[in-house]
């Protein structure tokens, strides 16, 4: 898979989440393109999460950098990792 399509793959799944939940109220969700991925990939507050499954992850010729893995039923753990002014950007195939 060339870095182009897993880039195309990628924007056409990504979902924001700014992470900030508050008690019984989620906030919007965002979709974020490439270009602003791309601009964001060297912000320390954006992280990029990997949560394709592991057959899928490792047969993948492309990743991105920094990514960082989670499998799915770890997601709900991330809100204990990661700061709530923190954007988490999750992407899959």
């Keep these: 898979m060339t870095m182009k399509r897993l880039w195309v793959l990628a924007v056409s799944l990504l979902v924001v989440s700014a992470f900030a939940l508050t008690a ?10 490439q270009d ?3 601009s ?11 949560v394709r499954t592991g057959s899928d992850w490792r ?12 499998e ?14 923190q954007t988490l950007v999750f992407y899959c195939a």
């Design 24 to 33: 019984g109220a989620a906030n919007k969700v965002q979709l974020m393109d």
């Design 36 to 38: 602003t991925l791309k």
């Design 40 to 50: 964001k990939l060297d912000d320390p507050k954006v992280v990029v999460v990997d």
């Design 59 to 70: 047969s993948s010729e492309s990743k991105i950098k920094g990514a960082v893995r989670v």
């Design 72 to 85: 799915k039923g770890d997601v709900a753990g991330l809100a204990e990792k990661y700061k709530k002014d």
